[in-house]
């Protein structure tokens, strides 16, 4: 069975650029979870999509964005970037609301 | 306001030996618990949970305890391997929404 699926792995944007990334979860599952992780902050919560519903939210401005499909794939956008936002941004998928994440590798996004 | 807290930001250990990390929280309405492991450039991956019913949970060499009284988990690996060096995320989480809180993470090294 397939694992999640963040695409691209790399890329480098400049500050006031925006950014979409994408995710596959495992197949059968309905749950998409974002998170960025920095050095200094660990895994920080953006949100999470069920079924084309977002159920929660972190704690992030609204130039952080994203949506589910009907196929449960799922992208994440954000906007103005800021160099702050550079980060390891890392989706994780599960078949419900419950029980464990199940992570990608990642996509690694760096602003100049 | 960190709600989990992973206080040792680093642990060196020699192989065969027990690691042991910590792992605190503050909200007392946590009923589930994680552990994760992440390599570098990786997504991190499944280790064990535990439930709140349970004061002990055991797969392999790894074994998570809880103390609700103290707010206080700790997985131990025995015996550490050097394929165990990663960082080790602890995570907590409560109610429907099931959203995952995290601690910051603890960078393990098993040292050969």
């Known amino acids: 069975k397939a694992g999640v699926t963040q695409t691209p792995r790399y890329l480098i944007k400049t500050r006031g650029q925006q950014v979409t990334l994408s995710c596959s979860p495992i197949s059968g599952h309905r749950s998409v979870s974002w998170y960025q992780q920095t050095p200094g902050q660990g895994l920080q919560f953006l949100f999470e999509y069920f079924s084309e519903t977002q159920r929660n939210k972190g704690n992030f401005p609204g130039r952080f964005s994203g949506r589910q499909f009907s196929n449960s794939r799922s992208e994440m956008n954000v906007s103005t970037l800021e160099l702050g936002d550079s980060a390891l941004y890392l989706c994780?998928?599960?078949?419900?609301?419950?029980?464990?994440?199940?992570f990608g590798e990642g996509s690694r996004l760096t602003v100049l | 306001d960190q709600q989990v807290k992973q206080n040792s930001p680093s642990l060196s250990v020699q192989e065969g030996r027990i690691s042991i990390l910590n792992c605190d929280y503050t909200n007392s309405m946590f009923d589930y618990f994680l552990w994760y492991k992440k390599y570098p450039a990786e997504g991190p991956t499944f280790l064990i949970s535990i439930s709140s019913i349970k004061d002990k949970n055991e797969d392999g060499r790894f074994t998570v305890f809880l103390n609700k009284s103290a707010k206080h988990l700790s997985l131990h690996i025995v015996p550490s391997q050097p394929g165990d060096s990663a960082v080790y995320f602890c995570?907590?989480?409560?109610?429907?929404?099931?959203?995952?809180?995290w601690g910051l993470g603890t960078s393990l090294g098993v040292n050969p």
């Open positions: 994780a998928s599960r078949a419900g609301t419950v029980g464990e994440l199940f």
């Open positions: 995570a907590a989480s409560t109610g429907n929404n099931r959203k995952l809180i």
